[in-house]
Structures are given as C-alpha cells and as structure tokens.
C-alpha cells in the first residue's frame, strides 16, 4: 500500500490552496522534498504522521490518494484501509529521548521504555496512596452502611405508620426497610417520565389519604334524564305563528287583543245566561249582534286557540320537567369524585337554565299571538339545545363510583401503593446518593487490597520490560560512533536506563544534534520490530542531520541509507542542501538508464508565496538546477536573475520571497569571494567595489524585507516593493563588477 499523492492541502497551516497539479510525478518507491525553513516541511510531515497514528486533521481540508483512492484527512480515524507508516520528526525525538530526574542524567531511549518509566514513577506514587488510603476506606464503608440502613428504617417506618391498619389482611402492617429498598430500587429502573407519572400533587395524595381508609359507598343509579326536542318545539310555535284565523273582522277586536280576549269572554258568558240585555250596561243588545260577534269567534278561531293551548301546556311540561331536573346529591360520591361531578352539575344547571329560559321565550311568543291570531307573526329563534356531553360526564363519574364500591379493595390497595411510590419518589435522590455512597466505599475497600497486588506486579514487570527493550550499551556506542562519525559519545548501562558520557565524563546535556541523532538510531532500530514490515511499509524522514557538521551528515547518510534501502516507500524531507545532495546523487543513481516518468526516486520542493500578507505553500517539482549542481547557489542566482529580466507584469505579493532569496546569493556570492569576512555581510560588501547608491539600495532592500516577521508592519514601506526588478539588477550588477566572468557564465547558465 502506497500514498500516490496529496490532491488537495486547503487552509491548513501554511498550505492556503495546493491541489496536485498533472505535471507533478506521483510519488514513487523512494522521495525527497527539499524546502527551506518555514516552506512546510513540518505541517507536510505532520500530515504523514496523522496517517500513522490515524488521527483526524482537524484543520482545512486535506484529501490524499491512497492506492487509487482518495482518503479524506478528516476521516482517517474511521477509514478501515491505512498503509503502515513510521514517521522520524521532532515529535519522534521528544517522545523517544527522557531525561529523568536526580544528581546524574540517566536517559531513557525508546518511546516504549519512556512512558513505561513514567508509568512505574506514576505507579508507584499510587501504591503509596492506595496504601494510606486504606484506613480511610473502611471507616467511609462503615459510615456508608450506617447512614443508609437509619436512612431505610426512619423511610420504612414512616410509611408503615401511614398505611397500616387494624382488621383485615394489609401488607403494609408489616412493612420494613428491606421492602422500602426494594420499592426505591424498582423505582429507580423507571425512566424519568415514568416516575413523573407516578407523582402525586398535593391535593391528590391528601385525596388518596382519605381513600385509603373510607368505607365502601352504596352503588349509584345512572341520571336518567332527556332534554326538551328545543328544535322540534321551536317549529311548531313557528307554524303557528304563521296561521291566520280567517272569518268576518271586527276591525276593533282584530287590533285590540285585550279587548279581542275581553269580548270573548262576555260572548261566552252572555250565551250561557241567553241574556238580551247588555249584562254590563244593562241595555238591549241591537238585533244581530249577537251573530255579528259569533261570526268573528269562528270554528276556525276556536280550533287556532285550542292548538295555541295545546303547543303552551306542552311547553310547560317541558318546564317543569327541566325545572324538577335533579341528579344525585354529591354525599352520595366518594369524596374524591365530589369535586369533578360538582363542576359537572354546575354545568348542567346552567344548561338548563338557558333551556328554561329559552322555553319561556317560546310560551311569550304565543300570548303574543294570542292577542293576534288573524296576524302573522314572524320570529329569529336562536334554538338552545341540551348539553348531551354532560350528562354524559355525569354518568361516567357515576359508573367510576360504582365500580369503586364494586372493586373497593383494590381501590384501597391501589390507594395504598400509590402513597407508597409518590413517598418513595420523594426520598429516591437521597437514597440514590446513599446508595451509591454505600457501593462506592465497599467498592473501594473491597478493591484497595487487589489494587495494591496489582500495582505491584505491574511494576515489576515494566521494569522487566524496560530492561528488555534496552539495547545493549556495546551495540548503541557502535551505532551512535558510525552516524555522528567519532567516537566522543558513549552509552553505559545505569539501572532502566542509560548514562550517556561526552569524552568519558556524564554529559550534563545533550546538543540538539546529538539528541537528535540518539532518537534517530532508535528510530531506524525500530524498523527492525515485527510489527512494522519494512517491505510494505512507508518511511518518512524530516531532517535527521539537523545541528551536524557536514562530516557527520556523510555518517548520518550512509546509515540511513542502508537502513532504509528496502523501504516499501521512502519520503524525506531537509532543508539541509548537504544532506540533500547525498539524497540526490543516491536517487540519481537509482534512476540512471531509465526513463524519467518511471524513475523510483522522485524530487520534489517546497515553495513559498504570498495571497496579500498571507504566507501560503505548495509542492512542485525540484528546479531542474538544484538537481543538476552540486551547489544551491546556482538555484538562487536562477531565481534572482529571472525576477530582475522578467517584463511580466506580477502582483505585489510575487515580490515578498525575494528579499530573502537575494540574501542567501548575496551571503553565498560574498563567502567565496571575501572568506575572511564570513558573518559579516556588511563588511563583505565594503570590500566589494561598486556604486554606493546601488549598494545602499541593496542593503536597504535586504535589511528590510528579508525576515518573514516582518510582514506586513506599517513603519515598513510596501511600496518599496515595487522597486524589486531595480533593486535585484543592482544586486546583479554588483556580483558582474566583482567577477565578470563569473556572472556571464552564470547568466549562460541559467539563460540556456
């Protein structure tokens, strides 16, 4: 399994937008990548070692190709395919090299041994805890138990007092902790919702209170009782209002119905003493009187005030029917039911007052046409109908007491229990905690005496271990005297670990390189486990030479080299351009006699630019003069001398890596040509003859912008940016007044 490319770096770290582009080589058997410092070379690095340990990169997107399919950086903790990688970087080498603590540095090598080291200081440091703890425990698990078992007894009893009784079987008569523990622990199974339901309100344990103990009520008969067909009522009194009663008018009697009603009456009474007289004025009645009268109290009169009567007498039975309405006294409920059929009664008695009143409406209306029975009369009745629900509800809370009285022992035991769960829940955080209080000490103390013998054991046997992992004194003095080259530093075994002595002596400290290089032969050492197959395996390298002279970098090389060679795949990274140059005349030697698109070793660099004030990065392919020459030097003249010829026209921020880079060809040109005056570039210059004006510009130039910090500070003026293509012809200039020859051919070289 091989990682073929990084298609994509977005937003993370200094990388800003980097795709893999199609001119760019897959990676190969064997790969290196040459940067400078702040180039990247770390966060690339550090991408290789999130596949390693397969942990997610958090930041930005990152995408690589793996074996022909793309693997997601944010998803690596998850992907079930990831090739085996070991990765040499900084983080290797403060993992992997510890100092302990005392009068003489004695150094743990090997990350393995490392944190077994500190695990047995950790672990020692708790054996001694756990074993002034242990009085501790018992007198906890002793207050625990006592707590929770008065905790129990004081709950139980309470509820015991409560619901026992005399007569009868009740289980709570012998009610007790162990069933209150019981009850609490049943509870505690129960969702949060679960136990919310089985809450009671105030109002509703006291409710159960008297439940508990009352006596069976006698059984209620259903509420029989029909309301008034409103609506049928309703269009009989409409019909008739819509009669006329048809015969010979008198129009006084036909507008008067006082008078009407009063003439009826007298008509009746003078028929019936066949009087010829005026029975109230004592005058003769004029001759067809009489008949005038009885032909307007017709038949049809008569049979209008018949159906008048009959509609009145039945809407007042209606009434009184309404009126006598009269459900079950309340005394006759459970006192629990009495507040819900209340409010149920109070609704029909409303009911039925609207209803009685809307029935008195429909007995006014008719004396209304009473009085006009020869007129229409028309009406809006609004119909008020009964309320059926209520009765309805009635009826329910009457079939609950009824099957209260028939079930009135479960509804006791039910009552009982109920009280029982709701105190129970009131009590269960406290016994909760108890409990856990109880379980925790025991826990503890039960576990104390085992966790001692453990710790001890495991002890010993990561000391065994350290002591195996330890690679003999005499093999490590001969690897750490074939990499740095010499023979100062040597290895002598102390107890865990190692002294390490500089010209015989304890070495207070170690350089960074020569603690580098100690991590770095425990790094190629551990290629060798069997859990690593090196075959299979990719191996990454960023900088092992850092802080060493360039002998010992020949040594550093050779080494890894030969550790290396069988490598399933083999990425390095410096910024060492010695160190470079050995990697390079080795994939050079490799890929001699085959085509460049198959060579096995593969180069590639890291360049640095700028979006506005923001430094960003990408890959590309190693400049074909930083491959072909032995020296960095014509890579940097290349670069200065493309920028001072160009005539494109670029953005301000192309500019911002020049300074930099005419530095390190300035600093290169000048070590050859006044090595006398080496680290001091000013004084190099003084000796270089040129004008002083270009000189000036060029130090400015340098001396301003040629530190990354810089960036971006306003008492700098951007603007002088803009001055590059003059300032680099000056810088050039100088280097064609001081050897002519040399420039021209330099210039032939980078031109061809």
């Not at 990350?111 to 200081?121: A, D, F, G, N, R």
């Not at 005038?292 to 009169?301: G, K």
């Not at 890291?606 to 020296?631: C, H, N, Q, W």
Request: proline letters at 3%; hydrophobic letters at 35%.
């Amino acid at each position: 399994m091989k990682i073929e490319r990084i298609k994509k770096i977005k937003n993370h770290r200094v990388f800003r937008d980097f795709s893999w582009t199609n001119d760019l080589p897959d990676f190969n058997e064997k790969n290196v990548f040459y940067g400078w410092n702040g180039t990247g070379k770390t966060t690339l690095c550090n991408l290789f070692r999130a596949i390693e340990e397969g942990n997610n990169i958090s930041e930005g997107e990152v995408v690589f190709v793996i074996d022909g399919r793309d693997v997601n950086g944010a998803e690596l903790s998850i992907s079930q395919r990831l090739p085996e990688v070991r990765v040499f970087n900084k983080y290797f080498i403060e993992a992997n090299v510890f100092r302990s603590e005392g009068a003489l540095p004695i150094y743990i090598i090997g990350k393995k041994s490392i944190e077994k080291e500190k695990e047995v200081k950790q672990l020692k440091n708790r054996l001694e805890e756990e074993t002034k703890a242990l009085p501790q425990k018992e007198d906890e698990k002793k207050r625990a138990d006592k707590e929770l078992s008065e905790f129990t007894t004081n709950y139980a009893k309470h509820i015991k007092d409560l619901l026992s009784s005399s007569g009868g079987y009740n289980p709570y008569n012998n009610y007790n902790k162990s069933l209150f523990r019981e009850k609490c622990d049943e509870l505690l199974l129960l969702s949060e919702e679960e136990r919310d339901a089985k809450r009671l309100s105030e109002d509703d344990f006291e409710n159960l209170k008297k439940q508990k103990d009352a006596t069976p009520k006698d059984k209620i008969s259903p509420f029989d009782f029909e309301f008034p067909d409103t609506q049928k009522l309703t269009d009989q009194v409409n019909a008739l209002l819509a009669k006329t009663v048809v015969s010979k008018v008198i129009e006084a009697l036909k507008n008067d119905g006082e008078l009407s009603d009063w003439v009826k009456n007298g008509l009746e009474k003078h028929k019936k003493e066949n009087s010829t007289h005026c029975l109230f004025c004592d005058q003769l009645l004029p001759e067809g009187r009489m008949k005038e009268l009885e032909a307007h109290f017709n038949d049809q009169y008569n049979e209008f005030i018949v159906e008048k009567e009959a509609l009145e007498k039945k809407i007042q039975t209606e009434i009184k029917k309404v009126e006598s309405c009269m459900p079950p006294y309340k005394s006759q409920f459970y006192e629990d039911l009495e507040r819900d059929y209340i409010e149920k009664c109070q609704k029909l008695q409303e009911n039925n007052r609207v209803i009685l009143q809307f029935l008195g409406d429909l007995l006014a209306t008719l004396e209304e046409k009473g009085k006009k029975p020869f007129q229409q009369i028309k009406k809006n009745f609004e119909v008020v109908s009964g309320n059926e629900k209520v009765l309805l509800d009635i009826n329910e809370i009457i079939r609950q007491h009824n099957q209260r009285s028939d079930d009135f022992k479960t509804s006791i035991f039910n009552a009982r229990e109920s009280l029982e769960n709701s105190l129970v829940l009131d009590s269960l955080v406290e016994y909760s905690e108890k409990k856990d209080f109880l379980k925790n000490a025991t826990s503890a103390l039960d576990d104390a005496t085992e966790r001692i013998q453990a710790l001890e054991k495991k002890i010993t046997l990561n000391e065994n271990d350290i002591v195996e992992f330890r690679k003999p004194a005499v093999e490590l003095n001969a690897d750490i005297c074939s990499y740095l080259g010499r023979d100062e530093i040597t290895f002598d075994v102390q107890g865990t670990g190692y002294q390490i002595n500089r010209n015989g002596k304890p070495a207070e400290n170690l350089c960074e390189g020569e603690t580098a290089a100690i991590a770095f032969l425990y790094f190629l050492k551990s290629l060798e486990d069997k859990s690593f197959s090196l075959k299979d395996g990719i191996v990454v390298i960023d900088d092992p030479v850092s802080s060493l002279d360039s002998n010992s970098i020949f040594h550093a090389f050779g080494m890894m080299k030969e550790k290396t060679k069988d490598a399933g795949q083999l990425i390095i990274l410096t910024h060492s351009h010695s160190f470079f140059r050995q990697v390079k005349n080795w994939f050079n030697g490799i890929n001699r006699h085959k085509p460049e698109k198959k060579w096995p070793g593969q180069f590639y660099m890291l360049k640095t630019g700028s979006f506005g004030r923001t430094r960003t990065s990408s890959i590309a392919v190693i400049d074909p003069l930083l491959r072909k020459y032995e020296s960095e030097y014509h890579y940097l003249f290349s670069l200065i001398y493309k920028a001072a010829t160009s005539t494109e026209t670029v953005d301000l921020e192309r500019y911002y890596p020049l300074p930099n880079i005419a530095r390190r060809l300035l600093e290169s040109f000048c070590a050859f040509r006044k090595p006398l005056k080496t680290g001091n570039l000013l004084a190099q210059l003084d000796c270089i003859g040129c004008d002083c004006v270009k000189k000036t510009r060029v130090i400015r130039f340098l001396h301003t912008y040629s530190h990354a910090e810089q960036y971006g500070e306003p008492e700098h003026d951007l603007s002088i940016l803009l001055e590059t293509r003059g300032i680099l012809n000056d810088l050039l200039s100088m280097i064609e007044s001081e050897d002519p020859q040399h420039f021209n051919e330099m210039k032939e070289l980078v031109s061809g």
